[in-house]
């Protein structure tokens, strides 16, 4: 089997959560996860009056957690929290990214979401994949031309169809994860779960994580009801 390499980009540390199973998942089948975030996350009140640069560390620290427990590579663009755009000179940082990586497959926020962040990087990296593709934009590296599958956070407003992976397998390495974020800021390990019981459900597995199809794979089924 050829490995695969999944890029999953978001602006802050703890935003991931929703794909932490598919990520392992993909690790377990000898895949390459690279895990981007756009920012520090230095804006966030969630840590109360520490100050941007120990929350720095703070996120810097929780990614290194995440390495070990989803198996995957982290990385830092250092954007500004709560600055995000839609620039070219962004999209041309993330395209070099792209062209270094070469993702078969992408995961971010649905453009949908109401955080500026959210919604700037999305677009950013719609527009990165194309400009990836032209090799005098991306130089030194070589141009990404291979089609690379779009997947969005699921939102109920969005259009894009909704799509579920069975985690059930991965359910150890969630919890592990909604633990760094339940000590640091008292989330709730036992909401995520029923959370995947409930997508699991709705999906005929166990558990499962949701998320939505901006542009990828539609294979065909064998029938529309599940015998």
Same mark, same amino acid.
């Given at each position: @089997? ?20 598919? @990520? /392992?998942? !993909? ?6 996860? %690279? ?35 989803? =198996?995957? &590579? ?7 929290? $709560?600055?995000?755009?839609? #620039? ?25 979401? =109401? !955080?500026?962040?959210?919604? !700037?990087?999305? +677009? ?13 934009? /991306? ?6 031309? &291979? ?7 699921? +939102? ?14 991965? @359910? ?9 974020? $339940? ?9 995520? %779960? ?6 699991? $459900?709705? #999906? ?9 199809? @901006? ?5 065909? /089924? ?6």
């Amino acid at each position: @089997m050829i490995a695969r390499t999944l890029l999953v980009c978001f602006p802050h540390v703890d935003d991931e959560t929703p794909f932490v199973g598919t @990520m /392992v998942k !993909h690790v377990q089948r000898g895949d390459r996860v %690279v895990l981007v975030f756009a920012t520090y996350g230095e804006m966030t009140s969630l840590f109360g009056d520490m100050s941007q640069e120990q929350i720095q560390k703070e996120r810097q620290a929780h990614a290194a957690r995440l390495e070990e427990i989803i =198996g995957c &590579e982290t990385r830092f663009l250092g954007f500004p929290d $709560a600055g995000i755009g839609t #620039s070219r000179e962004e999209a041309l940082q993330i395209a070099a990214l792209i062209a270094e990586l070469k993702p078969d497959a992408l995961i971010t926020y649905n453009p949908v979401r =109401g !955080h500026p962040d959210h919604r !700037h990087l999305c +677009e950013l990296l719609r527009d990165a994949i194309t400009y990836a593709r032209l090799p005098r934009l /991306v130089a030194p590296a070589s141009a990404h031309r &291979e089609r690379v599958a779009f997947y969005v956070t699921y +939102e109920p407003a969005s259009p894009y169809p909704p799509m579920y992976v069975d985690v059930t397998g991965q @359910m150890e390495q969630i919890k592990a994860v909604m633990q760094i974020y $339940a000590d640091a800021y008292d989330w709730s390990v036992e909401g995520i %779960v029923e959370r995947r019981k409930a997508d699991g $459900a709705a #999906s005929g597995v166990e558990y499962a994580e949701k998320l939505s199809v @901006m542009q990828g794979p539609q294979p065909a /089924v064998d029938y529309l009801v599940r015998p």
